[in-house]
């Protein structure tokens, strides 16, 4: 490589960039083991504080990891079949109801949070329960799923592979679990691995809908960020990172294999 | 099984008529081609039949005494083979040839038995295991059919079986699939826009114009007797000869020439085959253009008329570019047809 | 094929969804904005109370100077990272986009351990720098979130560019500077302006970042959770969330009609 001044300059800004995004991440999970943070990693290494957060938040990480996994049926219920039936039917209406369905993408979480505490915060039995939690991440997950699934539908020859398979005499049904599910694999694999990873992360609508009772991790989170002592927070931020990075590698290494599939 | 179509129309929402009400008989074990220009309903035709598009009102689809024209593809047990051959990529050759036998929920072991059955009738061993993507465009052609016929379908039909190949193979494999289709005895029909295609394969050709059958029956009669000038420029190139008809005779700037009957109204018309370049011949033209073709030398010919007529020259030289010829033509090889005025 | 039944269906479970969680608690929240002691005039209220007023302009404020720092920062390293290279090239770009999934809290805990009180800066300095609780601070945690998503915009468009572009242009002669100003930043810009616009709009509606870093500050999502929370005027939350709503919305929309597709909001 050749080094020229603005080459120069572009290597300097990728670098002090990359330390702005690794830094704090490394300090908090370095902090997250420290005896004393304060007084820096010679205090120590420790693993105290992940057993502190363990006997504190244990039942926030289960509520989340069992959101997780019920958002992703509803969205695997809904989404898939609305992307079949937007990729067998395209038109404006179609256009139209797949602009409405990504509306959450658009408007704030907040903002959505609170016109669904109008319209159900008085239905006690519901707004405490933590079937509205998970009404709030289907809403805000779901549009990723049906996006996923109709990038991979839309470049095969649906019509065409479902004419074939009906003229060997399969039903529509038949033809769904056959020929539709198995061909958009690829796209509901990536839909499902971003659900699971942005229904775990989820905070901005979930602070507005949780109930003292139903804490989940994000929550738990900004919980302890302020109630906290710094290392038990980070020993939790710490916690975070070792379930979500994970994911987020399998969903982008997901995304990326459909879109290669897509294009 | 037969096939018999009663007035069979379609018109699209948009009013767009894409056929017209349309007959055709096709007796049992019978290949038949449908053969036209794109656009011409062909390929709705054949949609129709299998049940993939819905007629207009009034129109009827029998299979043998079965009226078939309400009942969904699913239910109608045809063999369907399509352009792209819409094989599915998420199972092995032999998982697509064995899907039609278990949507008949079959057994297990007939399943098995039959598909090894048509996969030596296709010679496909060598694929059974392949993923599809992993075949060249000949092996899907023959796995498309092998899918289509495992079933055993009451009718086979094939759309364009063969336009997703590349020139070089088609002429191979439109020689194997006459073969294979010969073999399974079965009533089939099968859309081209490709004459050479449509003769090779078919016992019997329905020529069809702007929605309608023109005219049908065996390549033979096709081409010696067309009915009409667009059967005879559309199947095996007819060239229309310009001139004045009077009685018996066609006076054309290069000369008079015999025709074979009186032929007042008529357009007469010539395929290049039959235009010899002959000292004696009646008729003078102009050498315009040669091609060497390896069997003959294409000649062009002007002076005939406004338009260039080609003949077929099989001489061991070509006339020099320029040089005055004489040219004959055989009564019994000029066809005489209708004038049309709606010209197609 | 028939008109298919069976396709109809597979739109239900998507439609009863939609109305019920989507559709008719949005239309509720309008109701909610309009149905208070002020009426219709609460818009007007919006724009003419300073505190709202403020916070919109201040919202705004911050939202744009992220906008363009991250555009500047993303492009600068998209192209670097696009155009050359090098061992550990995978490990950076794998460290620049994790932070995608990160919620807003954690992101605003991060600037805390960057600028907090026990903060790497205070401590390295020994003296008083303490900017995580600032707009600065709210700025840096902005800025966290949206350079992930701006780099892979850019990178996306940047391998969509035809080598052949910048190469016809060097064979006419022209230096770096020019292929950047002239071939590259071009076609690099329908992209840009889409990936700023979903910049800008996620800022405007970031709430969990301020949430941990915007106690003193008023920008809109604070101001909306706290009117709701502390003030129980849900008339004016309503109408704030009314306004959000449409802002953001209208600039991806806009943002869509540049580039065809766009990337996950959040934060």
């Not at chain 3, 061992?87 to 460290?95: A, K, P, Q």
């Not at chain 3, 800066?121 to 998503?149: C, D, E, K, W």
Request: charged share 15%; hydrophobic share 50%.
């Amino acid at each position: 490589m050749k080094l020229t001044l603005p080459k120069m300059l572009q290597i300097a800004v990728t670098f002090v960039t990359c330390a702005f995004l690794l830094v704090p991440t490394l300090q908090s999970v370095l902090a997250g083991v420290t005896v004393n943070y304060f007084k820096g990693v010679s205090s120590g290494l420790t693993l105290k504080w992940i057993g502190r957060v363990w006997e504190l938040y244990a039942d926030s990480i289960f509520l989340s990891i069992w959101l997780a996994i019920a958002c992703l049926v509803c969205t695997l219920i809904i989404g898939v079949p609305a992307a079949y039936g937007l990729a067998r039917r395209p038109g404006w209406v179609s256009r139209v109801l797949e602009e409405f369905i990504s509306l959450p993408l658009a408007i704030p979480g907040l903002a959505l949070a609170l016109a669904l505490l109008q319209l159900y915060g008085s239905m006690k039995g519901f707004r405490t329960s933590w079937t509205f939690i998970l009404a709030g991440h289907v809403l805000y997950t779901l549009p990723f799923m049906v996006r996923s699934v109709l990038a991979v539908l839309s470049v095969i020859d649906l019509k065409t592979l479902e004419e074939g398979a009906a003229s060997l005499g399969a039903g529509p049904w038949r033809r769904f679990c056959d020929i539709v599910v198995p061909n958009a694999m690829p796209g509901i694999l990536a839909g499902a691995l971003t659900v699971v990873t942005l229904s775990i992360g989820e905070f901005n609508l979930t602070w507005m809908l949780h109930t003292p009772y139903l804490k989940t991790l994000p929550v738990g989170l900004a919980d302890s960020y302020a109630s906290m002592r710094l290392e038990v927070a980070s020993a939790y931020t710490l916690v975070f990172f070792v379930i979500i990075v994970p994911l987020l590698m399998a969903m982008q290494w997901a995304s990326n294999r459909a879109q290669r599939i897509a294009q | 099984m037969t096939l018999t179509l009663k007035s069979v129309s379609k018109t699209y929402p948009d009013g767009t008529v894409a056929l017209q009400p349309t007959e055709l008989h096709v007796e049992p074990g019978e290949i038949v081609s449908l053969l036209g220009p794109s656009g011409c309903g062909k390929t709705t035709l054949l949609r129709i039949i299998a049940g993939l598009e819905t007629p207009n009102a009034g129109s009827e689809v029998r299979f043998g005494d079965d009226d078939v024209t309400n009942m969904p593809v699913e239910h109608r047990k045809v063999g369907m083979v399509f352009q792209s051959y819409a094989l599915f990529p998420n199972m092995s050759v032999k998982g697509n040839i064995a899907y039609g036998l278990k949507m008949q929920k079959l057994g297990r072991d007939a399943i098995e038995e039959r598909v090894t059955e048509v996969i030596r009738l296709c010679q496909l061993e060598p694929y059974v295991d392949r993923r599809i993507t992993a075949l060249s465009g000949g092996q899907r052609q023959r796995v498309a059919l092998a899918r289509a016929f495992a079933p055993r379908p009451r009718i086979l039909l094939l759309d364009e079986p063969l336009s997703a190949l590349d020139a070089a193979l088609r002429v191979t494999l439109r020689e194997e699939l006459a073969g294979l289709l010969r073999r399974f005895n079965i009533t089939a029909l099968f859309v081209t826009h490709d004459q050479d295609e449509a003769m090779a394969i078919a016992d019997k050709v329905a020529v069809m114009s702007h929605g309608k059958v023109v005219q049908t029956g065996t390549p033979e009669e096709l081409y010696r007797n067309p009915k009409t000038s667009f059967v005879a420029g559309f199947v095996g190139h007819a060239m229309q000869l310009e001139g004045q008809v009077r009685g018996s005779v066609l006076e054309m700037s290069g000369g008079r020439l015999e025709l074979p009957r009186a032929g007042d109204d008529c357009d007469v018309y010539v395929r290049a085959e039959d235009v010899a370049l002959d000292e004696a011949g009646p008729l003078k033209a102009t050498v315009e253009s040669s091609t060497f073709l390896g069997t003959h030398y294409r000649v062009g010919l002007s002076g005939l008329g406004a338009r260039t007529i080609f003949a077929n020259h099989a001489g061991q030289k070509s006339p020099a570019l320029g040089s005055q010829v004489r040219v004959a033509m055989h009564p019994s090889a000029l066809m005489l047809l209708p004038r049309e005025d709606d010209r197609s | 094929m028939r008109p298919n039944a069976f396709v109809q269906l597979c739109f239900l479970p998507l439609i009863i969804f939609t109305l019920a969680f989507l559709a008719l608690p949005l239309v509720r929240l309008f109701v909610s904005s309009v149905s208070g002691e002020d009426g219709w005039s609460i818009y007007w209220k919006v724009v003419t109370t300073p505190r709202y007023l403020d916070a919109l302009l201040q919202t705004v404020f911050v939202s744009l100077a992220v906008t363009i720092a991250a555009l500047v920062i993303s492009t600068t390293v998209g192209l670097f990272l696009a155009r050359n290279e090098f061992r550990g090239r995978g490990m950076i770009l794998s460290v620049l986009t994790l932070p995608l999934a990160f919620p807003g809290v954690v992101i605003g805990f991060l600037i805390i351990l960057l600028g907090g009180r026990q903060g790497l800066f205070n401590q390295i300095t020994s003296g008083h720098v303490v900017f995580a609780y600032t707009m600065f601070g709210l700025f840096l945690g902005y800025l966290y979130f949206s350079i992930p998503r701006v780099l892979l915009t850019v990178m996306a468009a940047t391998e969509k560019l035809d080598p052949a572009l910048e190469e016809a242009a060097r064979s006419l002669g022209a230096g770096s500077f020019h292929v950047i100003k002239d071939v590259i930043m071009p076609g690099l810009a329908p992209s840009l302006v889409a990936a700023g616009a979903i910049a800008f709009a996620t800022a405007m509606g970031a709430f969990g970042t301020a949430f941990t870093l915007a106690t003193n500050i008023d920008v809109l999502p604070m101001v909306i959770y706290t009117e709701f929370t502390l003030s129980a005027n849900i008339a004016m939350a309503a109408a704030l969330s009314v306004v959000l709503g449409l802002v953001t919305w209208l600039l991806l929309v806009i943002a869509r009609s540049f580039s065809g597709t766009t990337a996950a909001a959040g934060g």
